[in-house]
């Protein structure tokens, strides 16, 4: 007899999609540790590797050229992926919030979340200007300005925003000026010669460069300095420094300057339970400047020192270099390089710099095939066949076939009763009570997305499908539940997510959880039994010639899922799809009722298969 899979006992969160997590992810998948449930916060499906931005700005990359797939990589690990920004940590209770959802429990959390250049403390910038990072919405906006054109300011002239002007000096159409100003001298900190050269390409591209001169407010289509001056710009990018983000103010953590105070083991100094890396974290006994290569050289430590927090093993020290190279974009395809004070530049710089930029995305990228363990040399004949060329499905591929189904349940024998109708294939049964008709149904599903709060959401209102395509109002639902081994910590955990977003269904569409059975087995998996009212159900028998046939959402989330299993579906294409099955079809099923002759949830089957059954019931054809 087979054993079930090993338990899981510890929760592993990640809070942000940085370099550091990224490579966490890769790593982890390559080499998972045992009982141990990984989880990804990130507001979006991916994150941007910027190191590329400033060649995305002068247009030799395209955007999905440096967007690196939290979801693919998340998928390769076995980890969960949560989309959404997180607002606190209540360390006492160890649980992470986010809007939308019941706080995330942990029991080792890592932040890696990166920087902010925003400016509120200036006039009009939050309503005019925008913030080189993150990345999402100053790419949209540089984007939207190549389409309009205009003159472009640069708020900071360290080395981020001499290399933002002189790549959007190179993309802008016509000419266009692009205006630097520095509160202070520019390029402190830049060596002599990199810092000649650069200022160099500045006058050599027609840029002016504003020193010692604050700026006093933002507009529409121009800034003011504080001595009066107005430049103009209908594009001003915040590009002074690094801000870390305010939440962090909240946590009680050690700060240093707002970023996350570690040790050499990159954990907080104030919370074993806590490590951070990246631009987000301040390290104590050896500081360094926000640039990304430390992120890149912390995440080997950081992986081991997660694991070891989980497991009583012993934590590494983190030791960044003194030195780093620093590669600069200049606009074309020629770039700056600097260290130990000796500064180049030219088109092989550019060359070296792509490489260096395109290897690190292709090891996130390019990840190992999913491979199934090989059948064992002494087995029973059709066990190949049976299993099939792919890995089963959560979704359809779940689903016993419906000829098999059709040809077992045709030779059944039951008791008739008069109150209680079921055609074939029907979404649903009707039992009568004098003139109103109740109808009633069941289903299950195996789990086909990792984080159980969103595929408990899914569940529900999937199982709500077969009450709504029956024209009726969801009454009373029972919970089946089969949870994978788990501590009992894990148990609780699982439990209140599960219940947190299926009483939020529920409650929404008026029926009540009327009870339950909950069970330990090999995968975690959901069901439903559910009643709802009609006076008059709907079946699939009712459809008429000249009907017209609604979609009320978009199909094929079968093909996606499937490919997401594989490892080659896009991390935005997922995200949308789990927006779509994530909301509720109560609305357009309330408002089809009362006019549709026939309606049914496609589901498993598709579009094909559900539209042959109601064509058959109803005597008629279709025309797609």
Request: glycine content about 12%; some cysteine.
């Amino acid at each position: 007899m087979d054993a079930l899979p090993l338990p899981l006992t510890r929760d592993i969160v990640l809070i942000g999609g940085g370099h550091a997590h990224a490579l966490l992810l890769r790593a982890w998948g390559m080499n998972p540790l045992p009982g141990v449930r990984l989880t990804v916060i990130n507001p979006a499906p991916s994150a941007p590797y910027t190191g590329m931005l400033p060649g995305h700005v002068a247009g030799h990359y395209g955007r999905e050229d440096l967007e690196i797939d939290l979801v693919k990589l998340a998928r390769f690990a076995g980890a969960r992926v949560i989309l959404g920004w997180v607002t606190a940590i209540d360390r006492a209770a160890k649980r992470i919030h986010l809007p939308g959802r019941a706080p995330i429990p942990y029991d080792v959390a890592s932040v890696d979340i990166g920087i902010t250049s925003d400016m509120p403390e200036i006039p009009g910038f939050l309503e005019h200007g925008v913030a080189a990072k993150p990345l999402g919405p100053y790419a949209a906006r540089w984007r939207h300005h190549l389409e309009t054109g205009g003159p472009v300011a640069v708020i900071g002239g360290g080395l981020a925003g001499v290399e933002l002007a002189l790549t959007m000096k190179h993309a802008l159409p016509g000419n266009d000026p692009v205006t630097v100003i520095d509160a202070a001298a520019a390029l402190e900190g830049v060596g002599e010669g990199a810092k000649s050269a650069l200022l160099a390409e500045l006058t050599a591209q027609n840029i002016p460069l504003i020193e010692h001169q604050r700026v006093a407010e933002v507009a529409a289509d121009h800034l003011i300095l504080e001595d009066g001056r107005r430049i103009a710009a209908t594009l001003t990018v915040g590009a002074a420094g690094a801000r870390p983000f305010p939440w962090l103010e909240e946590t009680g953590l050690d700060l240093t300057d707002g970023f996350i105070t570690v040790n050499d083991s990159l954990q907080s100094t104030n919370d074993p339970a806590i490590f951070a890396a990246g631009d987000c974290a301040h390290m104590q006994g050896t500081p360094r400047p926000k640039a990304g290569v430390f992120a890149v050289r912390a995440a080997p430590v950081l992986t081991a020192n997660l694991r070891a927090a989980v497991s009583g093993g012993r934590l590494e020290p983190f030791r960044p270099q003194a030195h780093y190279l620093k590669l600069v974009s200049l606009g074309p395809k020629s770039a700056l390089a600097d260290k130990w004070g000796r500064a180049v530049k030219g088109g092989w710089v550019w060359r070296w710099k792509d490489h260096i930029d395109r290897t690190f995305m292709a090891k996130l990228a390019d990840l190992p095939a999913m491979t199934r363990a090989p059948l064992p040399r002494d087995r029973a004949d059709g066990m190949k066949e049976a299993l099939g060329p792919k890995p089963l499905c959560g979704g359809c591929g779940a689903k016993v076939g419906p000829d098999i189904l059709d040809d077992v349940l045709a030779d059944l024998t039951t008791a008739h009763r008069d109150d209680v109708e079921l055609g074939r294939g029907d979404d649903a049964a009707v039992i009568r009570f004098g003139p109103t008709g109740q109808v009633i149904t069941t289903d299950h599903l195996r789990a086909f997305w990792p984080d159980s709060h969103v595929f408990a959401r899914i569940a529900a209102l999937h199982a709500l499908g077969d009450i709504w395509a029956m024209g009726a109002a969801p009454q009373a639902a029972l919970l089946q539940i089969t949870l994978p081994p788990l501590s009992d910590e894990m148990q609780r955990r699982w439990l209140e997510e599960i219940m947190q977003a299926v009483a939020e269904v529920f409650a929404t569409e008026g029926a009540a959880i009327a009870g339950g059975h909950t069970s330990i087995g090999a995968e975690f998996s959901l069901g439903f039994s559910l009643t709802g009212t009609s006076k008059t159900p709907l079946t699939l028998k009712g459809a008429q010639p000249g009907d017209a046939l609604l979609l009320t959402r978009p199909i094929g989330s079968g093909v996606l899922l499937a490919a997401a299993m594989e490892g080659t579906a896009k991390g935005t294409d997922i995200a949308a799809l789990l927006s779509t099955l994530t909301r509720s079809q109560g609305d357009a099923a309330r408002a089809l009722a009362p006019v549709a002759h026939a309606m049914t949830d496609v589901t498993g089957f598709g579009l094909a298969g559900h539209l042959m059954r109601m064509a058959e019931a109803s005597g008629v054809t279709a025309t797609l």
